[in-house]
């Protein structure tokens, strides 16, 4: 781990955070491009972390910057309006998965890793089928397509983190309380079981249009 990154982590990120935050002139179109294009550096340098395997950096952060840094992530997959941003979410919150519960960089003091079983249940499972029910999401854009495969890559990883416990809990419990039908929920338990991501990809396409 970068001792160096992990001393300037939280500083940066609040540094960003606060210039999103900061009050915009109405109308000002060239500052709302700024803004947007400030929000995608963030979740870039977020993802950065991720992919190259420091995730530690975020862990080893107080607990309220930790879950602020999560939460954050989990709201721009849900509300970004760009499906690019969007996509590098699910991408961060896939390698965290990896990572956090499969036992290389375990969350440190989240207390513990149910802890982060319990958020990833609780927060990021839902926004896996919320998101790509949304009416805005276009799965015949480009970018809305690489983002459904993240999504994809997510609940595979789930499945390999978690295997049994993560079906039957979604097969029995969150499906239903979207009142997707049983006989779906346990296709879909199938499905993710499957190792071809290509085919897995469409068979999610042909879903979410069949649920919208």
Known sequence: MSPFLSQVFTPIVERIISCINRPME?????????????????YLFINS???????????????????????SIVEGASTSPDSSVKRI??????KLVEGWIG???VLLDYPSTSGFIDYVYKEILP???VV??????????????????EIVSLLKELVTQRGEEFLLYLQSQYLPSLMIPTDIGQEMSVRLQENDMKSLKIYFKFRIYSLS
């Open 127 to 129: 926004i896996c089928f």
């Open 103 to 105: 036992g290389q960089n």
């Open 49 to 71: 972390i991720c992919i190259n395997g420091v995730t530690e950096v975020i862990a080893s952060q107080n607990m309220e910057q930790v879950n602020s840094v999560l939460g």
């Open 89 to 94: 979410c699910f991408m961060s919150l896939k």
């Open 132 to 149: 790509p029910l949304q009416p805005t999401f276009d799965l015949n854009e480009g970018q809305a397509y690489l983002c459904l495969g």
């Open 26 to 42: 109405p109308d000002d179109n060239e500052e709302y491009r700024d803004k947007l294009n400030l929000h995608k550096s963030y």
